[in-house]
Nanobody, 116 residues
Framework: VQLVESGGGLVQPGGSLRLSCAAS????????MRWFRQAPGKERELVAV????????NYADSVKGRFTISRDNAKNTVYLQMNSLKPEDTAVYYC????WGKGNYWGQGTQVSVSS
């Protein structure tokens, strides 16, 4: 099982980034996918979630209206489009795949830094 995040980097406030998470080793379309983030000295927090079919999404209040989660089950990939980035969005972003009774998998994380 592998979840490989990419797309992180350094961006100025107000900028955009698109994170990707490529999955392999399990039936991607059976799993809901989530993005978490963890800032230095803080607990890991849930940012966004998408159901296995992509029909439903949910977001943390802090990112609602700025971030969009999506998935392509044909490509076994989940995305996080991040717009209007703020310094407080700086964190390591983690991809998670979860399905009740099947598994709970994590990627290695990708750093997002928002600074001028």
């Amino acid at each position: 099982v592998q979840l490989v995040e990419s797309g992180g980097g350094l961006v100025q406030p107000g900028g955009s980034l698109r994170l990707s998470c490529a999955a392999s080793g399990f039936t991607f379309s059976d799993y809901r996918m989530r993005w978490f983030r963890q800032a230095p000295g803080k607990e890991r927090e849930l940012v966004a979630v998408i159901t296995s079919t992509g029909d439903n999404t949910n977001y943390a209040d802090s990112v609602k209206g700025r971030f969009t989660i999506s998935r392509d089950n044909a490509k076994n990939t989940v995305y996080l489009q991040m717009n209007s980035l703020k310094p407080e969005d700086t964190a390591v972003y983690y991809c998670n795949a979860q399905a009740w009774g099947k598994g709970n998998y994590w990627g290695q994380g990708t750093q997002v830094s928002v600074s001028s």
